[in-house]
Structure formats: C-alpha cells, structure tokens
Antibody
Framework: QLQLQESGPGLVKPSETLSLTCTVS??????????WGWIRQPPGQGLEWIGS???????YYNPSLKSRVTISVDTSKNQFSLKLSSVTAADTAVYYC????????????WGQGTLVTVSS | EIVMTQSPVTLSVSPGERATLSCRAS??????LAWYQHKPGQAPRLLIY???TRATGIPGRFSGSGSGTEFTLTISSLQSEDFAVYYC??????????FGGGTKVEI
C-alpha cells in the first residue's frame, strides 16, 4: 500500500523559508505514471494546490505562489520536497503531499498532512 | 483561473438518507473533475475522478455525474462514516489546479 509522509519544522518565522519533505513508501517516485504534488489548507479554509513535480524534475507551480515556490525530487531517497520562501502568517496551513495521476491529474493518494505555523 | 463553487456549504442529513452535493465551474472543465472526502486529522480520500468513475475501493453508494460546468456527487444512503467534508477539484486547466470550498455533511 502506497504511503506518503510529510516531515519538517512545525514553526517558521516570518520572512524565512518553509521547507518540507515528503517520503514515499510502498511505491517508486520514479513511476512514469505519476506526478507528485503539494497542496495546503489554511485554518478554516479550503484546499489550495501549490505545485507538482515529475520524477524527471519537470515542475508545475500555482501562478499565485510561483515566485516563492521550489519543488524538487530525490529519486535515490524516494522523496520530494517543498520550499516556500518569504513566508508570512498567511502561509500558516496544513501542508499535504499527494500522488497525482499522470494521465488524469487527480490526486489518488495523500499524506496525513503537517501543520506549519508562521510566527515569530 | 477556474473558480469552483460548491453548494450547499453545510448539508444536514440523517443516516440512511440520500445526500446530493453540487459543484459548479466558472468555465467548462469537460469531465476533468474529481471528488474527495476529508475527515478531520485524516488524509483526504479520492472518491470519484473523471466526473463519474469511482476510485478503487469506494462503495457503490457514492456516485458522480455531470460534465462541462455542473457536477453532482450523490451518496445514496448515508452511513455514519460518511459524515465529512467533500471537495471537488478540476484538472482541466493545470495553471492552476483548483478546488471548491467544500461541503460539510453533518448529522
């Protein structure tokens, strides 16, 4: 059974860079049939797609976050990562990683999510 | 950006009853629409993709319909484990992929 697990600091100071890693187990991140994505949910709000990456390194970012987002993949560790720079309180959210179908683009497996709070 | 609007925001239903959830897109997304179930503290769960195809392991009481701009998720007979928040997501336009605001199904 495929599992995804987010990890990283739960508290980040304003103006700093948020860094999270998603570890994939029970399957290969080098699958040609999948993208790997990050989605977030601010408290009391809906879901927002941050971006997705293919194992080759091709990336797609939400235009609203593109200037601050970097998603990378490490196939040797079966992990992919998110960096979000210059964070503010508005970036406080539960961050999810998920597997995305290459052909149909829905998200079929999700991690449990990790809360990241931006505060001094 | 394609805006996804879900209604109602909250749906109060009794166990065994039928629930009908709506999702409207600001422009056509063809059949490139998915539905997810989300319970507090848990990972969201894919229910439906391609507007009407049930994901693996999803019970038959969940069904999706629609195309273009109007979509419906129907839960034919609500079970206790179905009380959750439901989101629709379009993937016809990647930049950006967008979700609806959610419908909370409560007892």
């Amino acid at each position: 059974q495929l599992q995804l697990q987010e990890s990283g600091p739960g508290l980040v100071k304003p103006s700093e860079t948020l860094s999270l890693t998603c570890t994939v187990s029970g399957g290969s991140i080098s699958s040609s049939s999948h993208y790997w994505g990050w989605i977030r949910q601010p408290p009391g709000q809906g879901l927002e797609w941050i971006g997705s990456i293919y194992y080759s390194g091709s990336t797609y970012y939400n235009p609203s976050l593109k200037s601050r987002v970097t998603i990378s993949v490490d196939t040797s560790k079966n992990q992919f990562s998110l960096k979000l720079s210059s964070v503010t309180a508005a970036d406080t959210a539960v961050y999810y990683c998920a597997r995305q179908d290459y052909y149909d683009s829905h998200f079929d497996y999700w991690g449990q999510g990790t809360l990241v709070t931006v505060s001094s | 950006e394609i805006v996804m609007t879900q209604s109602p925001v909250t749906l109060s239903v009794s166990p065994g009853e039928r629930a009908t959830l709506s999702c409207r897109a600001s422009q056509s997304v063809s059949s490139n629409l998915a539905w997810y179930q989300h319970k507090p503290g848990q990972a969201p769960r894919l229910l439906i993709y391609g507007a009407s195809t049930r994901a693996t392991g999803i019970p038959g009481r969940f069904s999706g319909s629609g195309s273009g701009t109007e979509f419906t998720l129907t839960i034919s007979s609500l079970q206790s484990e179905d009380f959750a928040v439901y989101y629709c997501q379009q993937y016809n336009n990647w930049l950006p992929l967008t979700f609806g605001g959610g419908t909370k199904v409560e007892i």
